[in-house]
Nanobody, 125 residues
Framework: QVKLVESGGGLVQAGGSLRLSCAAS????????VGWFRQAPGKERDAVAA????????SYVDSVKGRFTISRDNAKNTVYLQMNSLKPEDTAVYYC??????????????????WGQGTPVTVSS
């Protein structure tokens, strides 16, 4: 497993932007696919975006397509989630997760076995 630490969350007005970072330590990060998930109060944790290992295939949930961008910098052992045009419904705790078995496509949470502690994002209207 790899240790993950998220940062970059906070309070932003609707229409604003935030960039989340997921920093990894402990293993060769390039060997992992990484997903961003979010959990709003009273709701289940859902995948938002993910980037696969090896070829860097990306996927997004429909509600964030065109607004969020996932990217990775393997030299820095970091994956980013750039979030633009934020909406109040984006309010949630955001988690990053890593998997040696994720190469792209649908990011099911049970594929990921290393999780960060989460960073809260609040979007005010």
């Amino acid at each position: 497993q790899v240790k993950l630490v998220e940062s970059g969350g906070g309070l932003v007005q609707a229409g604003g932007s935030l960039r989340l970072s997921c920093a990894a330590s402990g293993r060769t990060f390039s060997s992992y696919g990484v997903g961003w998930f979010r959990q709003a109060p009273g709701k289940e944790r859902d995948a938002v975006a993910a980037i696969g290992r090896t070829f860097g295939r990306v996927s997004y949930v429909d509600s964030v397509k065109g607004r969020f961008t996932i990217s990775r910098d393997n030299a820095k052992n970091t994956v980013y989630l750039q979030m633009n045009s934020l909406k109040p419904e984006d309010t949630a705790v955001y988690y990053c997760a890593a998997s040696e078995n994720y190469y792209g496509g649908s990011a099911y949470s049970n594929l990921f076995d290393s999780w960060g502690q989460g960073t809260p994002v609040t979007v005010s209207s």
